[in-house]
């Protein structure tokens, strides 16, 4: 495009949006052409932040007219490169941030609507002024947005008992590829008119439409909880630990958070007011927490678990998080390991799962691999692995050079996917496939998947407006 269409086109947009609603001068847009890992450098005809869905609409379809291509950002907290545009300075992003309303809470339904530009943690602050409970958490949860949790079907540190973002979707108002309005806001617990669409477009990562708003369960506000840092040896026995709190806490078990010493050890390195746990250092530690909407004795509930455990040799030594602000440290030293990684030093993450029995054997032959094969990298191994999700980041080591260690991260992803697909798992659990793992679907996704993905893509956006180059 010259300089001259691009011009006009520019005020074209500014026609239909308004003129502080489009964004062109580099300094006000480089924020917006950079994904987080900084993996990727894009840039932009233009970022756009449209004040309401009916402009969405609007939008999209002068995109469809024009064969524009649209990526849509929310908090821009991905992993996977999704909302950043391609470098051809075509793409227009959209950003979400304006439509940022609670729009309804219906405290007696369980339910609330919010549009997409939402902050996660603004939704969870709206549920608890109505006396609810909203359970999709994150360390993002402060800058990332509702849309793009929705978009990528995030996981977090509740899904065990509460599911990933599609199960925590009630209904979904969304602008389609050809500028329709599908108004889809329904808060009803049971519906089966036909294709779940709600469903088709949590997880489809702006290639199938924009979200403007959802309906959300809510659950009871959590009336009671137990939090403890628990020592241990091995992940297997985490495994053991697992099943035991399930048998004696059930539903209540929310979260179970596997950490290595050397995540606790980057954690106190690069995060200020962070504390070692326990007395001692110990080979791995399992985060977990029981919660309760209902009042309840559940520390007493997971200290006789712990004792049981520890008969049982499962338990090297625990922490019971004794007053909200050991909690809140415990979770510090949780959710700031992506940050310690970060200030270590490059890495070559893997969001991975596989059956939650499998953690255990997984972990062995993949760190044994790694050892054998990465002499200038270090394992951190972390997270969800109550939901059998691995963040299998390698950072490269102290002595190691940048150029060298990434050189080889085609190399180590591949052996380290081939044994997630010999284990039956996923090559990406919880952060999507964006622009960054593309080609990795293409070898891991069944021929007969990929085909349907495509009809469905071609069906829906045959103009390929949709977030151009990612997820297909
Ligand atoms: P963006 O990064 O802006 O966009 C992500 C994708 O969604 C892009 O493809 C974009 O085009 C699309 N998109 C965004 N908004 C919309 C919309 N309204 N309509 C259509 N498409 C849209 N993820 C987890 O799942 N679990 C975790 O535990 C977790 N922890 C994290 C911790 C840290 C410290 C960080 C930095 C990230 C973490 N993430 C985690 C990754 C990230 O926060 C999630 O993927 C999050 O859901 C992205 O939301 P976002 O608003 O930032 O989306
Ligand atoms: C987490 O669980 O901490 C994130 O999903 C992983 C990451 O930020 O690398
Ligand atoms: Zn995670």
Redesign the pocket.
Same mark, same amino acid.
């Given at each position: 495009m010259n300089e001259q269409s691009a011009q006009s086109r520019i005020a074209q947009l500014r026609s239909i949006l308004g003129e502080d609603s489009v964004l062109t001068r580099p300094e006000d847009t480089a924020a917006f052409e950079v994904d987080?890992r900084r993996l990727y450098h894009g840039h932009a005809l233009a970022v756009v932040s449209p004040r309401q869905v009916e402009e969405v609409a609007a939008l999209v379809a002068w995109c469809v007219q024009h064969r524009i291509g649209l990526?849509?950002?929310?908090?821009?907290?991905?992993?996977c490169g999704?909302?950043t545009p391609d470098e051809s300075g075509l793409q227009l992003v959209l950003l979400?941030r304006r439509l940022n309303r609670v729009r309804s809470i219906d405290a007696a339904n369980f339910s609330m609507t919010v549009e997409?530009g939402c902050v996660l943690a603004n939704v969870q602050r709206a549920a608890d002024m109505a006396d609810r409970f909203f359970p999709l958490s994150?360390?993002?949860e402060g800058?990332?947005?509702i849309? +793009?949790?929705l978009?990528?079907n995030?996981?977090?540190?509740n899904v065990l008992r509460y599911g990933m973002a599609r199960d925590l979707v009630l209904g979904l108002e969304a602008v389609l590829p050809d500028g329709s309005i599908w108004r889809g806001l329904k808060s009803l617990r049971k519906d089966n008119t036909g294709y779940d669409l709600k469903s088709l477009l949590i997880g489809s990562?702006?290639t199938l439409?924009?979200?403007?708003a959802a309906t959300l369960k809510l659950w009871p506000k959590i009336r009671s909880g137990a939090t403890a840092m628990v020592a241990i040896s091995t992940p297997a026995d985490a495994l053991a630990l697992l099943g035991l709190l399930r048998e004696h806490s059930g539903e209540r078990l929310s979260s179970f958070e596997l950490l290595p010493r050397v995540a606790i050890d980057l954690t106190l390195r690069y995060v200020s007011a962070t504390h070692d746990p326990l007395g001692q250092s110990y080979p791995w530690y399992v985060l977990c927490e029981l919660t309760s909407g209902t009042t309840e004795n559940l520390n007493e509930q997971l200290q006789q678990t712990l004792a049981l455990a520890m008969e049982r040799s499962l338990v090297l030594d625990a922490a019971l998080a004794t007053s909200e602000r050991v909690r809140l440290d415990f979770w510090r030293l949780r959710e700031s390991v992506?940050?310690a990684q970060r200030h270590e030093g490059v890495s070559i993450k893997h969001d991975i799962s596989v059956p939650v029995a499998s953690v255990p054997d997984f972990i062995a032959e993949a760190s044994l691999w790694v050892r054998q094969h990465v002499a200038d990298g270090f394992l951190v191994c972390y997270g969800h692995a109550g939901d059998g999700n691995l963040h299998f980041n390698i950072n490269r080591a102290t002595d190691g050079e940048n150029q060298a260690f990434l050189a080889r991260e085609p190399v180590i992803k591949r052996a380290i996917h081939d044994l997630v697909a010999r284990y039956h798992g996923s090559i990406s659990a919880?952060? +999507?496939i964006?622009r960054l793992k593309r080609e990795e679907l293409q070898r891991y996704a069944s021929p007969v998947q990929l085909a349907c993905m495509r009809a469905i893509k071609h069906a829906l956006d045959p103009h390929g407006i949709m977030?151009p180059g990612?997820v297909l």
């Open positions: 987080q990526v849509t950002q929310g908090g821009n907290t991905g992993y999704g909302a979400m997409a994150l360390g993002a800058s990332c947005q849309g +793009g949790n978009a990528t995030a996981g977090g540190v990562e702006g439409g924009v979200i403007t992506p940050e919880e952060h +999507g964006g977030n990612k």
